[in-house]
T-cell receptor, first 115, second 114 residues
Framework: EAGVVQSPRYKIIEKKQPVAFWCNPI?????LYWYLQNLGQGPELLIR????????DSQLPKDRFSAERLKGVDSTLKIQPAELGDSAVYLC?????????????FGPGTRLTVL | AQKVTQAQTEISVVEKEDVTLDCVYE???????LFWYKQPPSGELVFLIR??????QNEISGRYSWNFQKSTSSFNFTITASQVVDSAVYFC???????????FGQGTRLTINP
């Protein structure tokens, strides 16, 4: 069974430029998560989707970050414009159903560097 | 609020030594789930184990074992006869249906020296 797929693996951009990350969850997993992981820290949730609905986006900085999961399968996370402090690893995860109950499986992440 | 504390920031041992990674958690929920994940240098978080709050039985999987003690709110992870390939950052995490969120500790960087 294929795991969570993310692309790109690495991205280097100049500040104020836009950037987008893509995630394809494990087949059949209804719940999809985007996490931010700063260096030396544990991941922190940005947004959670149940099918195509964003059910928890309380930690998403909505002035510059946006996300979508149009058909309830793959998802895109966008930053526009990027700032120096956005340099981090962006992780995508998926789980079969119930948030807080089911195990989350993570992708390899996208390492973003903003210059 | 839920919280996970991994007091050991870094641990370094020589290969074949046993090593224990500590994890202490806080939650008000009576039903909750505890996890350990491994993050090797490649960056991917690899799921190791999930325990629910009603199952305090210790678990062993090869060289890995986990000790869950509700009385001390701890879920410690022991690697027996460590190997260089065990070098990684290990995260303990907590979730519950009430909070609907997976909360991670700060991680412990484990280095196994040959």
């Amino acid at each position: 069974e294929a795991g969570v797929v993310q692309s790109p693996r690495y991205k280097i951009i100049e500040k104020k430029q836009p950037v987008a990350f893509w995630c394809n969850p494990i087949s059949g997993h209804n719940t999809l998560y985007w996490y931010l992981q700063n260096l030396g820290q544990g991941p922190e949730l940005l947004i959670r989707y149940e099918n195509e609905e964003a059910v928890d986006d309380s930690q998403l900085p909505k002035d510059r970050f946006s996300a979508e999961r149009l058909k309830g399968v793959d998802s895109t996370l966008k930053i526009q414009p990027a700032e120096l402090g956005d340099s981090a690893v962006y992780l995508c995860a998926s789980s079969p159903g119930l948030a807080g109950v089911d195990t989350q499986y993570f992708g390899p992440g996208t390492r973003l560097t903003v210059l | 609020a839920q919280k996970v504390t991994q007091a050991q920031t870094e641990i370094s041992v020589v290969e074949k030594e046993d090593v224990t990674l500590d994890c202490v958690y806080e939650t008000r929920d009576t039903t909750y789930y505890l996890f350990w994940y491994k993050q090797p240098p490649s960056g991917e978080l690899v799921f190791l184990i999930r325990r629910n709050s009603f199952d305090e039985q210790n678990e062993i999987s090869g060289r890995y074992s986990w000790n869950f003690q509700k009385s001390t709110s701890s879920f410690n992870f022991t690697i027996t006869a460590s190997q260089v390939v065990d070098s990684a950052v290990y995260f303990c995490a907590l979730s519950s249906q009430g909070a609907q969120k997976l909360v991670f500790g700060q991680g412990t960087r484990l280095t196994i020296n040959p």
